[in-house]
């Protein structure tokens, strides 16, 4: 939690002293691959990459029931992201994917819950929020060294050639509008969310670039898993 940056600290703080409840939520996603078959899916959580950081979770659990602090504690699934990237839906999959990430949390923490994005997504307003959040994070005017580097990023991380120039592009356009949707739909959903990173994660500019709406919070980072 040190290297969080003031301001998320100072804002997390204000909610403990005021005993607001709290979300602290982390992202978890399955692997997905373009084939030659089509896209595929690999639901097993990979329980011994997780296992290298359990320590600092299981830390940060004890400390939080320790000082009797009210709060949630959330993964998050973004099980809509083939359908958003590719036009596949993915169903079984994410929800074995899901069940295998509940089970190995609740392990740690009985309470916590495992959530799909689709199944927020199924709530009318919510979805009607989150279409419009990402038609304004296509359009938003987004730093070009940024975009230059979700571009390579996507370009290479779904297949194991780097995908043409023209895909790379839409791939990484539609991951800003992702990143402002499912930005809005926590906010509009969960209490209070603070999203725990590990310091690999550091680079958190795709959660502000666009806000929906424009005067919603800044989302809290605590950089300790």
Request: glycine share 4%; aromatic share 14%; charged share 25%.
């Amino acid at each position: 939690m040190s290297i969080a940056p003031p301001e998320n600290i100072t804002r997390v703080l204000e909610l403990i002293n005021n005993n607001k409840p709290i979300t602290f939520f982390s992202w978890k996603m399955f692997g997905i691959k373009i084939t030659q078959e089509g896209l595929i899916a690999n639901p097993i959580f990979d329980t011994d990459e997780a296992d290298k950081y359990i320590t600092k979770e299981k830390k940060f659990i004890k400390t939080l029931l320790e000082l009797g602090i009210n709060f949630k504690y959330v993964k998050l699934i973004p099980d809509e992201l083939p359908k958003v990237f590719f036009g596949v839906n993915l169903p079984k999959e994410s929800t074995s994917f899901t069940v295998n990430v509940s089970r190995y949390f609740k392990q740690i923490y009985s309470q916590t819950k495992a959530i799909k994005l689709s199944d927020l997504l199924s709530n009318r307003p919510l979805a009607l929020v989150y279409k419009k959040a990402f038609a304004k994070g296509q359009t938003e005017s987004i730093d070009p060294k940024k975009f230059a580097k979700e571009k390579l990023s996507r370009s290479i991380y779904y297949s194991d050639q780097p995908l043409p120039d023209d895909e790379g592009t839409i791939l990484a356009q539609k991951a800003f509008g992702l990143f402002a949707a499912e930005t809005a739909i926590i906010f509009k959903y969960f209490t209070n969310p603070v999203l725990l990173a590990g310091a690999r994660s550091i680079d958190t500019y795709k959660y502000e670039f666009s806000k929906y709406p424009k005067d919603r919070p800044i989302l809290p980072k605590l950089f300790v898993l």
